[in-house]
Structure formats: structure tokens, C-alpha cells
């Protein structure tokens, strides 16, 4: 890790950062492979980051860091999903307060818990009743964190989802906010998001929330989500439970049923992980779904192995 660390600042320097005797240079990354099986359909998908982190405390007690990093990402098909995305990043710490600017923001949204599966299995089955949430939460904006006592609000504001090049941030039609409350209360987590986008086509908001509750070894989630996008309501009931097997092996479960007009979909998932050390896991994760369903599989299944450092 140090000749990582020496190297970054070689390169950071050669890029124009000034890396001060006093800031932190961190490098960080991940990786990996899944392999998809649903019916006769079988697909690969790959990918990996790279983050550069650099920080430092000024004399007044402000932590100030700024990142900047790159993705790549390819589930073997030829679409918009694949290719090569950089973010960056600033934050202003202070006091139990947090001030983020980012490219690639993402803002808090949503209810649902019953998703425990990487989001590769979710393309191999059919098509089916979903809450479409409030349309994309992601891109260049800025977010707002503070302590309230023990619990936590973080509200964030995104100008343009369509964008992640700050030139262009302000120059589009689609925005989006979002906020969420958490609430610490001994061994229960009552967590309360609000989202709501606006562009060119379409405009939604969500309402949502979730109580997450430790027993047994692990913790369980009760969630609830109200989605209107563009007129049409959806409503998603979820539950997960996650636990861990031993000290390297972890298994979560989950559901999820959404319903709309008199459509409605079920969603089965499991997934367990399996830490190798030294950053490396395997995970084998299945879904299924029934209900009002378009034509496609009913069960898919992936596994994989992922890499962090």
C-alpha cells in the first residue's frame, strides 16, 4: 500500500494536486466477475473502480476531501450500460455537519428492503409489476449531511440527472431532491426518504421507509414505498433478513411485493457471501418472481467473485 500510495502521489502531483505533508492519500478499489444463468441465457458482466482520496483538517477543525476516480463496467451486451464513467468529489466536514459536491451524486430515496441480490440476477427474469421511483437519482449535485442528536438527516439536491460533466450540470431540464431521516432507538432503525424528480418527459415522487430491527445474529427489515411517476401510483412491501453464517460467510433473504392498479408481482431473493481474505469473496445469489409477469424466466441465478481494496 505504500508504493500505491507513493505512486498516486506521483501521479496526483503530475496531474496539478498539491499533496501537503499534512493531507492523507488514500487509493481504493474494487472489481469483479458475475456469471448469469436464467433458462437458456447465459451472461457475463464485469467491472472495476479505482478512487484517489485525498484529505486533510485545516487549523479551524474543517476536514476538507476531495476525491476522484474512474469506472468501467460491461454485462456483455452492447447498450448504454457499458463502458468507461470518471466522478469526483469534495466534501467540508465540521462539527458533526458534512457538505458534499459531486458528479456522480446519489441521492437518499426509496423504501424497499427485499432487494439482497446483486442488481445482474434482476436482468435475467421477466418483466414485471415494479414501483418505477422517482425517476434517476443520480448525477452532478450537492448533499447535505448533519448529526440531530443520535439521529441523522441528509438532504440533497441534484441538477441535472441526465449529466455528470459539472459544465453541463445546470444547462439541463432534469432535477431531482431527495431527504432522509434515520432514528436510532436501542436495537431498532427507523429510517424515513423522500425523493422527487422533474425532467423533460417525466416527473415522480417517492415516499418511503424502513425499520430495521437486530435479533437473532442478524437484523431484520420491514420496509414500504409509495412511487407516483407520471400519474401512475405503484405501492412496494418489503422484508429482508441477514445474518451471519460465521466469521466469513454471510446469508440474506429477501421479498418484495408490488402492486399497481390490480397487477401485482413477487419478488424472492437469496444471497450468500463467502470472504476469502485479503479483500476477495465469492457470492452465489437466486431470484424468482410470479405474479403479473411479462414473458421471460421466472428464476434466474448468478454467481461471482469480487475483489476490494
Not at 418483466?127 to 438527516?153: E, N
Not at 453541463?168 to 423522500?194: E, R
Request: aromatic share 6%.
Amino acid at each position: 500500500m505504500k508504493k500505491i500510495a507513493y505512486l498516486a502521489s506521483a501521479v496526483l502531483a503530475g496531474l496539478g494536486f498539491s499533496t501537503a505533508a499534512n493531507a492523507d492519500v488514500t487509493v481504493s478499489g474494487a472489481g469483479g466477475v458475475e456469471v448469469l444463468s436464467a433458462g437458456s441465457t447465459a451472461n457475463v458482466s464485469q467491472g472495476g473502480s479505482v478512487t484517489f482520496t485525498l484529505s486533510t483538517t485545516t487549523a479551524s477543525g474543517i476536514t476538507i476531501s476531495t476525491s476522484s476516480g474512474f469506472g468501467t463496467d460491461s454485462d456483455g451486451a452492447a447498450d448504454a450500460a457499458d463502458g468507461t464513467n470518471e466522478f469526483s468529489s469534495m466534501s467540508f466536514a465540521a462539527g458533526g455537519n458534512t457538505v458534499t459536491i459531486a458528479t456522480a451524486l446519489e441521492l437518499p430515496a426509496g423504501g424497499g428492503v427485499g432487494g439482497v441480490s446483486k442488481d445482474l440476477v434482476s436482468t435475467g427474469l421477466a418483466t414485471g409489476t415494479a414501483a418505477a421511483g422517482a425517476g434517476d437519482h443520480t448525477g452532478a449535485g450537492v448533499q447535505i449531511s448533519t448529526a440531530l442528536g443520535s439521529a441523522s438527516l441528509t438532504v440533497g439536491y441534484v441538477f441535472d440527472t441526465g449529466t455528470t460533466t459539472p459544465q453541463s450540470a445546470t444547462s439541463g431540464n432534469d432535477t431531482a431532491f431527495g431527504a432522509s431521516l434515520s432514528m436510532p432507538m436501542g436495537a431498532v432503525t427507523v429510517t424515513i426518504n423522500h425523493a422527487q424528480d422533474n425532467d423533460s418527459t417525466t416527473s415522480g415522487s417517492e415516499t418511503g421507509g424502513n425499520i430495521a430491527y437486530a435479533i437473532g445474529g442478524g437484523t431484520l427489515k420491514v420496509g414500504y414505498l409509495d412511487d407516483t411517476t407520471s400519474g401512475a401510483a405503484a405501492t412496494e412491501t418489503s422484508i429482508a433478513y441477514s445474518m451471519s453464517l460465521d466469521a466469513d460467510t454471510s446469508l440474506a433473504i429477501g421479498y418484495k411485493t408490488t402492486d399497481e392498479g390490480t397487477a401485482s408481482t413477487q419478488v424472492t431473493e437469496v444471497g450468500i457471501t463467502r470472504a476469502m481474505g485479503g479483500g476477495v469473496s465469492l457470492f452465489l445469489d437466486y431470484s424468482s418472481i410470479a405474479g403479473s409477469t411479462g414473458s421471460g424466466n421466472n428464476s434466474a441465478m448468478a454467481f461471482g467473485t469480487n475483489i476490494a481494496f
